[in-house]
């Protein structure tokens, strides 16, 4: 596959493109005004928000080290089909576009949402097409076999040979190594969006803002990783003795609380009384 196929290009350019994306939906929505300012929907793109973070910490989490990633550049020194790789080709591309959709749908602007929905999958699915060539040039019959088994974004309830989740091999540490960023981006759009609706005052979106900064400082912290902790059990990316992994899980889940707290607490209450 040449370096000059535009397959490949939309690939090296993905992040700029999904950008420019989002800025032409916008602006063409304002052209449509259909809008649906309730709580059902800024609690439902919530839930598709927080789907969309939790799917791509899996995908991300089954991995490999020398896959392409966040790089500009296709390469694989294997083939990924274990966890959610079993189920779908593009996880993270999936997670992309449930998060992506979510925020847009948090916005009660419904327009933006369905144009976002349409064009970020139209460019993820071009963005598939420039790696699935690479992987078949690269594996040849393994990657086909795979690719008649799993579908590319949608699960379906069929059994495949791959359907054997192997959550031994999901490393929680690489999730917070490579996502932390993201989270932090993600989780603050969504308390502006939430100041937006009013069903956030300034004063919680300062201390959300901040409670926010303090969890993406611990985790780079923890991502420079002191010597006392490169001596420890997280060294070796061992993820069920990694504390201070565990650790950070507890400040994203208290943002998250503390998120649906303040904006809908007749929901985060009964959520208490059904867990006690």
Same mark, same amino acid.
């Given at each position: 596959?040449?370096? &000059?196929?535009?397959?490949?290009?939309?690939?090296?350019?993905?992040?700029?493109?999904?950008?420019?994306?989002?800025?032409?939906?916008?602006?063409?929505?304002?052209?449509?005004?259909?809008?649906?300012?309730?709580?059902?929907?800024?609690?439902?793109?919530?839930?598709?928000?927080?789907? %969309?973070?939790?799917?791509?910490?899996?995908?991300?989490?089954?991995?490999?080290? =020398?896959?392409? /990633?966040?790089?500009?550049?296709?390469?694989?020194?294997?083939?990924?089909?274990? %966890?959610?790789?079993?189920?779908?080709?593009?996880?993270?591309?999936?997670?992309?576009?449930?998060?992506?959709? =979510?925020?847009?749908?948090?916005? &009660?602007?419904?327009?933006?949402?369905?144009? !976002?929905?349409?064009?970020? =999958?139209?460019?993820?699915?071009?963005?598939?097409?420039?790696?699935?060539?690479?992987?078949?040039?690269?594996?040849?019959?393994?990657?086909? @076999?795979?690719?008649?088994? @799993?579908? #590319?974004?949608?699960?379906?309830?069929?059994?495949?040979?791959?359907?054997?989740?192997?959550?031994?091999?999901?490393?929680?540490?690489?999730?917070?190594?490579?996502?932390?960023?993201?989270?932090? !981006?993600?989780?603050?759009? #969504?308390? %502006?969006?939430?100041?937006?609706? /009013?069903?956030?005052?300034?004063?919680? /979106?300062?201390? @959300?803002?901040?409670? !926010?900064?303090?969890?993406?400082?611990?985790?780079?912290?923890?991502?420079?990783?002191?010597?006392?902790?490169? $001596? &420890?059990?997280?060294?070796?990316?061992?993820?069920?003795?990694? &504390?201070?992994?565990?650790?950070?899980?507890?400040?994203?889940?208290?943002?998250?609380?503390?998120?649906?707290?303040?904006?809908?607490? $007749?929901?985060?209450?009964?959520? @208490?009384?059904?867990?006690?």
């Amino acid at each position: 596959m040449m370096n &000059g196929d535009w397959r490949v290009v939309a690939f090296e350019r993905r992040a700029t493109i999904a950008l420019g994306v989002v800025v032409v939906a916008y602006l063409l929505s304002l052209c449509l005004p259909l809008r649906l300012y309730t709580v059902n929907s800024f609690v439902t793109g919530f839930a598709l928000l927080l789907l %969309g973070i939790t799917v791509r910490a899996l995908a991300i989490g089954f991995g490999r080290p =020398g896959t392409s /990633g966040r790089g500009r550049r296709l390469k694989a020194d294997s083939l990924n089909t274990t %966890g959610l790789y079993a189920w779908v080709r593009n996880p993270v591309y999936l997670g992309n576009l449930c998060a992506g959709s =979510g925020l847009a749908l948090m916005t &009660g602007n419904l327009s933006f949402a369905s144009l !976002l929905i349409l064009s970020l =999958g139209a460019l993820y699915r071009i963005v598939s097409l420039a790696e699935e060539s690479f992987l078949e040039e690269r594996f040849g019959e393994e990657y086909r @076999v795979y690719k008649r088994a @799993v579908p #590319a974004f949608i699960p379906l309830p069929v059994s495949n040979p791959y359907k054997k989740l192997s959550w031994g091999q999901w490393n929680l540490n690489r999730v917070f190594k490579r996502e932390h960023d993201t989270w932090y !981006l993600l989780l603050l759009l #969504a308390a %502006g969006i939430s100041i937006y609706r /009013g069903y956030l005052s300034l004063f919680w /979106g300062v201390a @959300v803002f901040l409670f !926010l900064s303090l969890c993406w400082a611990l985790l780079k912290l923890t991502k420079r990783r002191p010597e006392w902790i490169k $001596d &420890g059990p997280c060294s070796k990316g061992d993820a069920p003795e990694c &504390g201070l992994s565990y650790l950070m899980v507890f400040f994203m889940g208290l943002t998250v609380g503390l998120l649906l707290f303040v904006t809908n607490p $007749d929901l985060f209450l009964s959520l @208490v009384r059904r867990w006690l």
